[in-house]
C-alpha cells in the first residue's frame, strides 16, 4: 500500500498550488481521504478531508475558503485512488511539508489515521 504526494514547490503568497496524492496498493476506494501538514518545529495538523463516497469534506479553520480537496471517483478504480488539495490564496504561514493520508473513518486527530504518504514540500515567500 502506497501514497505518493506530488505538486509541491515554491510559491509567492497570493498565489496556488495544486496538490495530488495517488493511493495505491490495496482498496482505499471505502477510505476517507485527508491532507496534513507540518511545519518545523510545529505538530503535524489537520488541514482538510473527503469521505469516501466525496458527500462529506472538512477543512480546518485556517484553510476554509482558500483550499479544495477533491478526489475524483470517475476516474478512480479499486485499487487507485486520485485526490486533490487545490490551494489558493497561499500565505506564509502555509508553509509546511503537506502528507496525504487514509482512513477507514474519519478523524482530525494525526495519530487516528492508517496510512501516510512522504509528503512534498510548500513553500510560500513574500
Known amino acids: 500500500m502506497e501514497l505518493v504526494e506530488s505538486g509541491g514547490g515554491l510559491v509567492q503568497a497570493g498565489g496556488s498550488l495544486r496538490l495530488s496524492c495517488a493511493a495505491s496498493?490495496?482498496?482505499?476506494?471505502?477510505?476517507?481521504m485527508g491532507w496534513f501538514r507540518q511545519a518545523p518545529g510545529k505538530e503535524r495538523e489537520f488541514v482538510a478531508a473527503?469521505?469516501?463516497?466525496?458527500?462529506?469534506?472538512?477543512?480546518?479553520?485556517?484553510v476554509k475558503g482558500r483550499f479544495t480537496i477533491s478526489r475524483d471517483n470517475a476516474k478512480n478504480t479499486v485499487y487507485l485512488q486520485m485526490m486533490y488539495l487545490q490551494m489558493n490564496s497561499l500565505k506564509l504561514e502555509d508553509t509546511a511539508v503537506y502528507y496525504c493520508?487514509?482512513?477507514?473513518?474519519?478523524?482530525?486527530?494525526?495519530?487516528?489515521?492508517?496510512?501516510w504518504g512522504q509528503g512534498t514540500q510548500v513553500t510560500v515567500s513574500s
Open positions: 493520508a487514509a482512513v477507514p473513518s474519519y478523524s482530525a486527530y494525526a495519530r487516528n489515521w492508517s496510512y
Open positions: 473527503i469521505s469516501w463516497n466525496v458527500i462529506s469534506t472538512y477543512y480546518a479553520d485556517s
Open positions: 496498493g490495496r482498496s482505499f476506494s471505502s477510505y476517507h
